[in-house]
């Protein structure tokens, strides 16, 4: 396992984007902490509540709802510091529990990426110059297709 996956991978479990800003994607990591953070913060502002372990009951769906909530960070840590004060009679409340539930399943996604961008699956440029030209002669042999004829009748099939 490469260090700087690592690091780039707990950097994006503490805040969103902050993986992507240190692999050098300052753009990404500006795009993701807005959308990340605005959608947690949407779900709070319309009355959503966190789901919490200690609140699931003992039930599995709500204690994987808490863990994917959880997936946002810090995020997460400070709705439960300040409070959610959702209120389960709100006609909202359900929409916002589901954005806070969205958000942090969206930032464990980018952590996935984080991943893959530290280790360069996600390379899109050929290695070397002989990937190069293997792409380019692939190109080549693609043969031209001929253009669609329209009809000559209506309803009739081309000849």
Known sequence: MKRRALVAMALAVLAPGAGHFYLGRRARALAFFLIVGTMFATGLSID?????????????????????SMGSGLLYFAGLFFGSGGSIWSATYEYGRTFT???????????????????????????????????????????????????DEPGEPPA
């Open 101 to 151: 539930l969205t958000a942090g399943l969206m930032n464990l996604l980018l952590i996935l990426d984080c991943w893959d961008l530290a280790n360069g699956a996600l390379a899109t440029e050929p290695v070397d110059a002989q990937e190069k030209e293997s792409s380019a002669s692939r190109d080549a042999e693609i043969p031209a297709t001929e253009p669609a004829r329209p009809f």
């Open 48 to 68: 959503g509540t966190l789901y919490t372990v200690a609140g699931s009951g003992g039930q599995i769906l709500p204690r994987l709802a808490a863990l994917a």
